[in-house]
């Protein structure tokens, strides 16, 4: 069983930082890969950024690239996402994500184990 819990969200302006940070439990937390996802009201959730297991390989939306940075601290079972230039588009909840998987997968249903989410929300 692994247990997330995200914080770190909030209120920002546009243009403005913040940093999500994903708490794990479990034994197992910190051999497997990790992915950030979000949700906007009334779509879909989507694929943010992912990280493999050693931090090696990361992933990213287009929507983010150059602006959102993964990363992970094995020793601290955490998972952390810094959100730079953000924009009024990027307002969602955002959820962390497990998978018993060393790869990292920009596919939500390659995941096991999901956080409780975090609300984000960009103003203009």
């Known amino acids: 069983q692994v247990q997330l819990v995200e914080s770190g969200g909030g209120l920002v302006q546009a243009g403005g930082s913040l940093r999500l940070s994903c708490a794990g439990s479990g034994r197992t937390f910190s051999a497997y890969a990790m992915g950030w996802f979000r949700q906007a009201p009334g779509k879909e959730r989507e694929f943010v950024a992912a990280i493999s297991w050693s931090g090696a390989t990361t992933y990213y939306a287009d929507s983010v690239k150059g602006r959102f940075t993964i990363s992970r601290d094995n020793a601290k079972n955490t998972v952390s996402l810094q959100m730079n230039s953000l924009k009024p588009e990027d307002t969602a909840v955002y959820y962390c994500?497990?998978?018993?998987?060393?790869?990292?997968?920009?596919?939500?249903?390659?995941?096991?184990?999901w956080g409780q989410g975090t609300q984000v929300t960009v103003s203009s």
């Open positions: 994500a497990w998978r018993r998987n060393v790869v990292a997968s920009r596919v939500s249903n390659d995941y096991d184990y």
